[in-house]
Each structure stands twice: as structure tokens, then as C-alpha cells.
């Protein structure tokens, strides 16, 4: 079985900062590409920011210049680091990983989401 788990959400003031961390264990044979979406209340789950093995990263317009994707491939960890963060980045936050387990099937996994709030 494989699993991602993220931490490192939380409430913050209009902006501050906030690193999150996905960590995927499990059976895995090979992650190719890991990303962070994101769900407001009332709204659609949206990409804000993804990472290729390789390490091309892509970015939401809207958080462009403001927060970075990065991973440690040996680790099987994904990060998110939010600056400037504004009312509107309120929202759960999930991790996404597309991989080959350890039974060779390819497929996509989520995390269970962490909260961020930005809020004075």
C-alpha cells in the first residue's frame, strides 16, 4: 500500500509563511510526478503548483513569485513554501504523487489534505 501524508498547514496572518510536506511511503517503485492542489470552501480543486522527476516545475497564476515546489527525491517528499500569503490561498491544501508501486502499477494517490487559513 502507499500512502502520502502532509503536514505543516495551519492558521496564519495576511502575509506570512508557511512550509508544507508531503511524505509518500509505502510499496513504491518510482514516483514520476508530485504536485499540490488546493480546495477553497464552494470552489473546485485546483493545481497551484507541480514538480517532475526531473525537476521542472510549472505554477498557478496566482501563486507565481509567491510560493516555491520543490522535492527530495530519496525521501519521497514533496514541499510547498508559501510567502506572501493572502486571504484568498485559504483552503485545504492536498499532495499528489504519480507513481509506479511496488507491484508495478502506475497510478495516482492523494493525500488527506491540511488546512491553511490566512486570516488577521
Known amino acids: 500500500q502507499v500512502q502520502l501524508v502532509e503536514s505543516g498547514g495551519g492558521l496564519v496572518q495576511p502575509g506570512g509563511s508557511l512550509r508544507l510536506s508531503c511524505v509518500a511511503s509505502g510499496s513504491i517503485f518510482s514516483i514520476f510526478d508530485m504536485g499540490w492542489y488546493r480546495q477553497a470552501p464552494g470552489k473546485q480543486r485546483e493545481l497551484v503548483a507541480g514538480?517532475?522527476?526531473?525537476?521542472?516545475?510549472n505554477y498557478a497564476d496566482s501563486v507565481k513569485g509567491r510560493f516555491t515546489i520543490s522535492r527530495d527525491s530519496p525521501k519521497n517528499t514533496a514541499y510547498l513554501q508559501m510567502n506572501g500569503l493572502k486571504p484568498e490561498d485559504t483552503a485545504v491544501y492536498y499532495c499528489n504523487a504519480d507513481l509506479i508501486s511496488s507491484n508495478f502499477r502506475r497510478n495516482t494517490y492523494w493525500g488527506q489534505g491540511t488546512q491553511v487559513t490566512v486570516s488577521s
Open positions: 514538480i517532475t522527476k526531473d525537476g521542472s516545475r
